[in-house]
């Protein structure tokens, strides 16, 4: 027993002797600096999103909101639940909790029509951001930062259909999505030979193989739209397991799918800034608070979409290694 | 170890099986009689796999290839893996909902350790092993001491390894995902155990199909050959009746649920070196499907009843369900609701051949057995003490709920062989 434990040591640490690929240390927490002390601007914003736990999307919304919050010197309370009857309780407990303004995702308006109004009479500012472009309004908040999900998915099936696109796939990788189904229609209303795919988004070998399969049954296809950069990077492997010689264009970004840009094996991204939806959300709030301001005049304020390809990618690339982009 | 026909049926078959002779375990030896052999768990599985398989090549001109058909094993086998250890699990009277998230912390933790300190990628690849046959272990052990049932404390590791798989993920790499390894010592190595593939003509076979093949032969060889094998029909049977003919059942069932977290492990590895990247919040979900693919393949809910080759068909026909709905090009809106009819049928297929199967070797075994197998008529106690007796070794004698464990413990020993 000793001698082989001996060996093993042996073994594991001449392995570990240092690699390369790994974490650069010197990299290592060189963001934040600057910035106020939270609560010193005296104020509470409560931030409720339909996330759902562990998607990169989501991590820079809250990134960004987090950067808000500690430029403007306020205490952050974020909370979030994918489940549309949950949320609104966390809506609900945030004005319980008497906070000063409440930034939320309206992406199931109707569960979420109650929690909000007593919000607006409990005289606590609301505003939407993400999802919910369409009434935020009706429901009483002030103003809204997202991506319009439909003009979106126009702009992308307008550039394919530019450059030849006929007969698109268009992933969903979360069954019914109400956004998700929104950017394949509009998709779908520049390119009228689109198609709609879905897939596990929790299993990337399952997604792997659902491509893989639509690819070889179906060789007309000549686009592969996914909806997130993680999928994107399935239907990678997907395209080549099938020898499909589909492009592939993605809505979202993240740094995997940034190098994936530039090395050309993605067309293109529709970046629609997440980082900058979180951030806005916060800082509206903040102006409302301090200053009276309404930002967007009463319209909603578009994040995107913002195209991201060959030609901006490599100012977009350091971004995207600090989780803001 | 031991298989020889001594040391082997006293152990199973006072525990799980004390009144029902042994002329009926006769009767249901394998290939000794086409009746018996339908009351195998896989035939049923076996007959929907066929209907399904058939129903495919019928309605979906691409599912028709090759290639297509390695596509579907590639598929089953990342579900099949592991429910090659779940569907054991379950024939020994326990569940793990933890098996779906373990297989994305396995990846977790050997990609952020080895890219946290640039090390060599194998260090990782056996330290997320300890950590997954701990994780296993606990389960166990958790289990066995506290007597709480296993649904319930393996939905505690289930929310535990999700928590933490994001927490921890955020906390090292500053994202909800893991970094890109493949640029560390030893991936090429890891990647080549783990996710090669090669070409077979124009189709692709991952090696993971191999390690399914393999993990599945060495269940079924535990089961059928080993006295481990008896030891997870008795403790899924009847525990307490197991432990009084001396069976190790703490020992045992722990043994499972490593046996659980390894496979799982061992899945992980597969993602995280096919894939590079892993999202932090991914596997959950999939422990249904580890389950559903050992009960398509007829292990009983209950335990005690149930094989390998049963389980690696559910698993096969899951596989072939989820892809011949898009190699078919049907209405991918409608994907869940094919795939609920599919495993419904399988599973109906499933029960009807196996009531066949029972009905009809009703009839056919020595007179003692036809009121113990039949449930509601005929069969009070007064055929029951005739034949055997009461067995000392019975704890509760003779009453209407020990005929179930006597009944399945027939067929499990049948199958020992």
């Known amino acids: 027993m000793r001698p082989f434990l001996a060996a093993a040591t042996v073994a594991v640490l001449s392995l570990a002797a240092c690699s390369g690929g790994g974490r650069d240390a010197s990299d290592a927490d060189k963001s934040g ?68 303004g409440i930034a939320t995702t309206l992406v199931t308006p109707d569960a979420l029509a109650g929690s909000v109004k007593a919000a607006t009479t409990a005289g606590i500012p609301v505003v939407g951001l993400n999802a919910g472009i369409d009434q935020y309004q009706k429901l009483g908040a002030l103003m809204y930062f997202g991506s319009d999900e439909s003009l979106a998915g126009t702009s992308l099936g307008k550039r394919i259909a530019g450059e030849g696109a006929k007969h698109p796939l268009c992933v969903i990788h ?9 950017r394949c229609a509009g998709v779908r209303s520049a390119v009228p030979g689109t198609e709609n795919l879905q897939v596990n988004g929790a299993d990337d070998s399952a997604v792997t193989t659902t491509l893989q399969a639509k690819l070889a049954q179906d060789k007309s296809i000549d686009y592969v739209v996914t909806l997130g950069a993680p999928i994107a990077l399935d239907a990678i492997n997907a395209k080549q397991q099938a020898s499909s010689a589909a492009k592939l264009v993605t809505f979202d970004l993240n740094q995997e799918m940034a190098k ?46 913002s195209f991201v390809d060959q030609s901006n990618i490599d100012k977009i690339l350091p971004f995207t290694e600090k989780n803001t982009r | 170890m031991s298989t020889s026909p001594g040391a082997t049926a006293p152990a199973a078959e006072p525990a799980a099986e004390p009144t029902a002779g042994p002329a009926v375990g006769r009767w249901l030896r394998p290939g000794l009689h086409p009746r018996a052999l339908l009351a195998r768990p896989e035939v049923g599985a076996l007959a929907a796999a066929v209907v399904i398989f058939l129903f495919f090549l019928l309605v979906a001109p691409s599912f028709r290839s090759f290639a297509s058909f390695c596509t579907v094993l590639y598929q089953s086998s990342t579900i099949g893996i592991v429910a090659v250890g779940v569907g054991l699990l379950m024939i020994g009277g326990e569940f793990d909902l933890s098996a779906g998230v373990i297989t994305t912390s396995a990846g977790l933790v050997n990609s952020m350790f080895c890219w946290y300190f640039g090390v060599n990628l194998w260090v990782g690849a ?58 560390i010592d030893g991936f090429d190595s890891l990647r080549k155990v783990f ?42 049977g009847s525990a307490d009746s197991a432990r009084a003919v001396g069976v190790p059942v703490v020992r045992t069932k722990i043994g ?65 369900t989820s892809l011949g709905i898009v190699y078919a090009g049907w209405d991918p809106n409608w994907f ?35 009121p113990t197998r039949n449930p509601s008529p005929a069969g009070p106690p007064p055929a029951e003490p005739s034949p055997a007796g009461p067995s000392p070794a019975e704890p509760s004698p003779a009453n209407p709920p020990s005929r179930e464990p006597s009944s399945r413990g027939a067929t499990a020993r049948g199958k020992e062989d």
């Open chain 1, 174 to 182: 979360q069954t019914g999505s109400v956004s998700l189904e929104a």
């Open chain 2, 126 to 183: 056996v330290l997320s092993l300890g950590f997954c046959l701990l994780v296993g272990f606990l389960n166990g052990w958790l289990v066995m001491r506290t007597g709480i049932p296993s649904f319930l404390i393996t939905l505690g590791t289930f929310f535990v390894l999700q928590g933490a798989n994001l927490g921890v993920t955020k906390l090292v790499t500053g994202s909800v995902s893991s970094r890109d390894i493949s640029a």
């Open chain 2, 336 to 370: 869940k609701a094919f795939l609920g009819v599919m495993l419904l049928l399988a599973v109906l297929v499933n029960t009807y051949v196996k009531r066949l199967a029972t009905s009809s070797t009703r009839f056919t075994p020595p007179p003692p057995e036809a």
């Open chain 1, 33 to 100: 600096g600057g910035g106020n002390a939270p609560g010193s601007s005296g104020y509470t914003i409560a931030f409720v999103t339909h996330e759902t736990p562990g998607d990169t999307f989501w991590d820079k919304v809250r990134a960004g909101a987090e950067q808000a919050a500690k430029d403007e010197g306020v205490t952050l309370k974020y909370s979030n639940d994918p489940d549309a009857g949950k949320q609104a309780g966390l809506i609900q407990s945030a004005v319980d909790a008497k906070v000063n």
């Open chain 1, 260 to 305: 994936r840009i530039k090395d050309g094996q993605v067309e293109f991204a529709i970046d629609q800034q997440p980082y900058v939806q979180g951030y806005m959300a916060v800082t509206s709030l903040y102006l409302y608070l301090k200053n009276g301001n309404d930002i967007g005049g009463g319209r909603p304020v578009l994040t995107g979409p």
């Open chain 2, 256 to 320: 499972l649920f490593m046996a659980v977290s390894f496979l799982g492990w061992f899945v992980g590895m597969h993602l995280l070196y096919r894939f590079n990247t892993l999202q932090a919040g991914n596997g959950v979900g999939n422990e249904f499907l580890y389950i559903i693919a050992a009960v398509v393949g007829g292990t009983l809910l209950t335990g005690g009843f149930g094989n390998a080759l049963g389980v690696a068909i559910g698993a096969f026909i899951f596989g072939m």
């Open chain 2, 195 to 236: 996710a090669s593939s090669f070409t077979v003509g124009p189709a692709t076979v991952w090696i993971t199909v191999l390690w399914w093949a393999l993990f599945v032969g060495l269940a079924a060889w535990i089961l059928q050959r080993a006295r481990t094998g008896n030891w997870i029909y008795a403790v899924g």
